[in-house]
């Protein structure tokens, strides 16, 4: 998956791990997912001799908490897709910020609210982070000012972790839960604002033909992307961080991707608008961004 096999590596250099105890990127899989200019810019950036330490270059990743020489990186990109590798990695790994922090995409956030829920307070904004791992995201966002903040995901140690590290008694209003986002559990129309970032990502990995995915992979994040509409109030946002290029992620966000033997009503589209945002902060060379895609559900937005 292309999100993933590329973030992994990326992350580990702004920790300052040694780069020789980094794993190779996947070039063919970053080949299929970068512009030839973005993959122009990869290459001359990997292969730059290293920075002098007085001068380090600028980061284009966040830098993890934890201390990532320890990180369980996987054998096999496939295994991000199973919950196993996400428990193992969670029961030692306290902090990871995938693709970007907080503050990366704070004004972006605040500019899409305004725009598009104006009258929608940060107070009563009913949040959901789906697929939260582990990012000290959703703490950021509740220190904001969003204070009805829920996070899931569906590896158990993680969520004991994050209770550990941000206590509901000392944060009341942040809930942490387990939960598989491709089954979620709660009422219809219960959040004003569902955020993902890199989570459906993880739902990739086994995407096999970028142009014609594995049908498995279609299923499972269509499923995803089902639950997240049913859980948004009318004028409900949801936002998908991620490193997949639009030409790539929309045609998941639209349900326009076909699987043999589905039904009219699998074949449905969301009802929501997609517009896409690029993110800054790609350390500077101007070719290596991160996206987010802003989804709206139609209706009046609440309150
Ligand atoms: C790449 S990490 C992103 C973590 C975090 N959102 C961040 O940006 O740093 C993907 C996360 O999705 C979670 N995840 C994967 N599949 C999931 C599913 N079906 N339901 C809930 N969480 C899932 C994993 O456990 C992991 O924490």
């Not at 991000?80 to 990871?96: H, M, Q």
């Not at 959703?138 to 903040?149: D, V």
């Not at 033909?209 to 946002?237: C, F, I, K, Y």
């Amino acid at each position: 998956m292309s999100a993933l096999s590329a973030a992994a590596p990326a992350a580990a250099p702004d920790s300052g791990s040694d780069s020789d105890s980094d794993p190779a990127p996947n070039w063919e899989l970053l080949a299929e997912t970068l512009s030839p200019a973005a993959l122009a810019a990869l290459r001359a950036q990997l292969s730059a001799p290293p920075p002098r330490a007085a001068s380090p270059p600028p980061r284009a990743e966040p830098a993890p908490a934890a201390a990532p020489g320890s990180l369980p990186l996987p054998a096999s990109n496939r295994e991000y897709g199973t919950r196993a590798y996400w428990d193992r990695r969670f029961e030692t790994e306290e902090s990871f910020d995938w693709l970007v922090s907080f503050r990366d995409v704070a004004g972006m956030l605040g500019r899409i609210l305004a725009g598009r829920s104006p009258g929608l307070g940060r107070g009563e904004a009913e949040v959901l982070l789906v697929g939260c791992g582990n990012s000290p995201f959703s703490h950021e966002l509740y220190k904001a000012g969003f204070l009805r903040t829920t996070s899931i995901d569906y590896s158990a140690p993680v969520i004991a972790s994050m209770e550990r590290q941000y206590p509901p008694a000392d944060n009341p209003g942040l809930a942490w839960r387990v939960m598989d986002m491709t089954a979620m559990t709660f009422a219809d129309a219960s959040f004003d604002l569902v955020i993902d970032k890199a989570a459906m990502d993880a739902l990739m990995v086994a995407e096999g033909d970028v142009w014609n995915p594995d049908a498995a992979v279609v299923t499972q994040s269509r499923a995803m992307l089902r639950h997240v509409e049913r859980v948004l109030r009318p004028g409900g946002l949801h936002l998908h961080i991620s490193f997949a290029q639009p030409h790539f992620r929309e045609k998941y966000l639209r349900n326009e991707h076909r699987v043999e033997g589905e039904s009219e009503a699998e074949r449905e589209g969301y009802g929501w608008s997609l517009e896409t945002e690029t993110i800054a902060g790609d350390g500077g060379d101007g070719c290596f961004h991160h996206f987010m895609y802003v989804m709206q559900k139609p209706g009046e937005p609440a309150r």
